[in-house]
């Protein structure tokens, strides 16, 4: 740990001064300090994955905790530096009362002797006692997703008892890390590229119960170990969040049921003690009107392909459940009518679930009519209406003298472009393709293809391409193109249900690498703008975007990626050169230029740190130090204009927000009362009419507008339920432009010119900074990197 990573979040063994020497930030009225961690600490938050919970004198954040007496989470890097703490904003608040709930809503059914297991399930969630993790266990056809199904329909989010709540289910199958944690940032509302992205979206005190099913399927055979990194990487952190409850689906002695080392109550569904005999054997006997060998029991799956198979079936009782369903399958396989038999190898050669009318276009199915006999003789289809074969041992030995995949292709794929009416056919070509190891660079370079298949299944296809590639030496067309650009887009194009809006994500991030590929996106997506450039980062995450004031780097923009301050031209994305300066603190949440050359980078504690480059002499213009002394509500956002007019801002956690003309003499003004209910979150200023205009961003979601001395001023944007997170202003040869993000990776963009024009923009991820350049292009910052975009009937910078 250098001293150039100075932080006043670590000292010694307790309270004190900082123990490494070094710049010491200001305290200014409003200061908001982090609670300082020991060494002993910052280990402890290494050993348990980068994030350690705060929680007051005599509670466990490890057990079960009231939202309100949780301050927040540490989080600190693979050294044990800490990065920041991320505050719980529940922190405090009392607990809500619970609704009185006359009677018991009623229970969807639950068959196959399963009400023990599923009473168990609702015991665990409404035990206040109750581990965090609840694994449910038991081997292949033992009914772990369909008890799991039950629960989420038992359970919805808006359910009248708190204590029944299941606010997202989701199924693992076949995802990798990336896939996983994109698909449940989608489905929880929040954005997020990675693990450390979600966990701190969900540091918001807000109460839910996740369900993962499919675990043991993760990866899809191309990467083994991801059940065991979804486990590890994602689960695990997310279950040190104090109210966030998980229920896995998750065999026992598997890596990744030991990478999930922390309290679990794990209900084995092979153990006799969840399922009700008499009932078992009562719905058993109801599947074909006569008695099925007892070995079947405890599987309802077993049961299923018993009733399935004729008389006479020998079971060993002593034998694993899987034995025994391998040697039932066995004898079903051999009672099947030769009719049955090729649609039955055509399914289980695609190694996974159809429904009906996609499994009778398969070559090799014989058509619809020899598919409708086979499904009789077949266990009943999932919740989704999808035939399977099992077991699944079983269907990989029949699928080794089935399809291969230029049959698949030549049967499935349209003649002409695809279209959303293809979904279903490309999906499946894409993850046969994945199952088989089949190249898929040809499949990739199709926009149309990779818009309209399913997000999940081109996820799968792009990383099973990338490692084809690596294997063979090459990386080359536009496969390595979607492939540089499927990062940043992913967590878009994963949770966008429309194509346009899909295409429009990979349009931004395909920018500048040449060819046609960005221009087919965005004809695709239908949208009146274009990116023109895309700076991308993946190692190093963008952290902060400014407009850069000094005249000596005039029209650039100072980006923060990793701990350096460096400066990109907006007309290309392309990095101008020099020396980057250097962050010291991670948890800064706000840049501003000065005119002089020095950078203001602003702490979450309010604290401002001046960086100065080596060629600048003599003091500072000390205009930003000058406001922040007027700002008693501590100040929570700055931002800073140059040229003539130039001035400084900031917003405070009051809502609030102050300016001042960065010029001798002058004094600094507010707004008469707040523009937000809470905390001001982003800002920016232009000089319009005469007259300085601030767009402001905040806690409340809402964006305002406000030029002093004038009277309130209408709203620029709509405001929505999420916090903003980025805005910026400009004076444009086509008009006034304002822009917003939010939290949820919305970003809109409005063109006050000769007519109102407004611009949505798919970019994939939250927005952590937005610059708008007197020429009129969006300069919009993710972590995953920068977009310069043009709108259509605004001037390019």
């Not at 025994?324 to 030769?338: K, M």
């Not at 050169?577 to 250097?582: Q, Y």
């Not at 927000?657 to 001001?680: F, I, K, N, Q, Y």
Request: charged share 20%; proline share 8%.
């Amino acid at each position: 740990m250098g001293e150039d990573r100075a932080s006043e979040l670590i000292v010694p063994d307790g309270p004190g001064e900082s123990v490494v020497e070094g710049f010491v930030p200001p305290r200014p009225p409003g200061y908001r300090p982090y609670p300082r961690m020991s060494r002993e600490q910052c280990a402890e938050a290494v050993r348990r994955g980068g994030w350690l919970f705060k929680a007051d004198e005599g509670h466990d954040p490890d057990g079960r905790v009231p939202v309100g007496v949780v301050e927040g989470a540490w989080q600190v890097d693979g050294d044990g530096f800490p990065l920041r703490f991320w505050p719980n904003p529940r922190y405090g608040a009392p607990e809500p009362e619970q609704p009185v709930v006359d009677g018991a809503a009623p229970l969807p059914p639950l068959h196959a002797g399963r009400r023990p297991a599923g009473r168990a399930l609702l015991g665990w969630l409404e035990d206040p006692q109750a581990p965090r993790l609840c694994r449910v266990a038991g081997s292949g056809g033992s009914g772990r997703s369909h008890l799991l199904h039950w629960l989420v329909a038992a359970c919805p989010p808006d359910h009248a008892h708190s204590g029944r709540r299941v606010e997202v289910a989701l199924s693992a199958a076949e995802l990798t890390v990336d896939l996983f944690v994109w698909r449940l940032a989608g489905l929880l509302g929040v954005s997020a590229a990675g693990p450390e992205e979600l966990v701190a979206a969900l540091i918001d005190g807000v109460p839910r119960v996740l369900v993962v099913t499919d675990l043991d399927r993760a990866g899809s055979g191309l990467l083994p170990d991801a059940a065991r990194r979804i486990a590890a990487e994602v689960l695990r952190p997310l279950l040190r969040v104090p109210w966030l409850r998980i229920v896995v689906e998750c065999a026992s002695d598997t890596p990744a049921a030991a990478a999930l080392d922390v309290p679990a109550a794990v209900l084995d569904l092979d153990q006799p003690q969840w399922t009700d005999l008499e009932a078992f054997t009562r719905w058993a006997t109801s599947l074909t009107g006569r008695q099925l060998p007892a070995e079947v029991y405890p599987s309802p799956a077993l049961a299923l392909l018993a009733a399935r198979t004729g008389d006479g079936v020998l079971l060993d009782a002593g034998a694993p459940l899987a034995r025994r369903a391998e040697t039932l399958a066995e004898t079903w396989w051999e009672s099947l009518p030769e009719l049955v038999r090729a649609p039955v190898v055509a399914l289980a050669s695609v190694r996974g679930a159809l429904d009906e009318e996609l499994w009778g276009e398969l070559p090799g199915s014989l058509g619809p009519f020899a598919v409708e006999q086979a499904v009789e003789l077949l266990l009943p289809a999932d919740h989704e209406g999808r035939y399977r074969v099992w077991p699944v041992s079983f269907a990989e030995r029949l699928a080794r003298t089935g399809l291969d995949h230029l049959s698949i292709r030549q049967n499935l794929l349209p003649e002409e472009q695809p279209g959303p009416k293809d979904a279903d056919r490309l999906d499946l070509v894409l993850r046969h393709a994945v199952r088989t190891s089949a190249p898929v660079d040809d499949l990739l370079a199709d926009p149309a293809f990779l818009v309209h298949a399913d997000p999940l299944a081109v996820g799968l296809a792009v990383e099973h391409g990338v490692a084809l590639r690596a294997a063979n030496g090459a990386e080359s067309g536009d496969g390595g193109a979607v492939h540089r650009a499927w990062w940043p887009a992913g967590p878009r194009v994963i949770a966008a249900a429309d194509p346009g809006e899909r295409a429009s994500a990979l349009h931004c991030w395909t920018a500048g690498e040449g060819g046609d590929l960005s221009e087919r996106f965005a004809q695709l997506a239908g949208q009146g703008w274009r990116a023109g450039w895309a700076f991308a980062r993946r190692t190093d995450p963008v952290y902060l975007i400014a407009r850069h004031n000094a005249p000596s780097h005039e029209g650039q923009l100072a980006v923060a990626v990793g701990w350096d301050i460096g400066a990109i031209d907006p007309a290309t994305g392309r990095p101008s050169g020099g020396s980057p300066l250097r962050l010291t603190d991670r948890s800064t949440v706000a840049l501003a230029t000065g005119h002089d050359g020095s950078t203001y980078a602003l702490r979450h504690s309010g604290a401002v740190e001046e960086i100065r480059p080596s060629e600048l002499s003599g003091p500072s213009g000390g205009g930003m130090r000058r406001l922040l002394a007027s700002v008693d509500a501590g100040a929570t956002a700055i931002a800073a204009r140059g040229g003539e007019q130039r001035a400084v801002a900031a917003g405070d956690a009051a809502g609030g927000v102050h300016l001042l003309e960065d010029r001798d003499g002058t004094e600094a003004v507010r707004s008469d009362a707040p523009l937000h209910d809470g905390p001001v979150t982003a800002l920016d200023l232009a000089h319009h009419g005469g007259h300085h205009l601030l767009i402001t961003g905040g806690a409340d979601g809402r964006v305002q507008a406000w030029m002093p001395g004038r009277g309130p001023l209408s709203p620029p944007l709509p405001a929505r339920d999420v916090p903003v997170t980025a805005v910026a202003v400009a004076t444009t040869p086509g008009g006034l432009m304002c822009a917003a993000g939010w939290a949820d990776g919305q970003v809109r963009v409005v063109l006050a010119g000769a007519e109102r024009v407004t611009h949505d923009l798919a970019i994939g991820a939250a927005a952590v900074g937005l610059v708008i350049t007197d020429g009129g292009r969006v300069c919009v910052a993710t972590a995953a990197g920068v977009l310069g975009i043009d709108l259509a009937g605004a001037a390019r910078a």
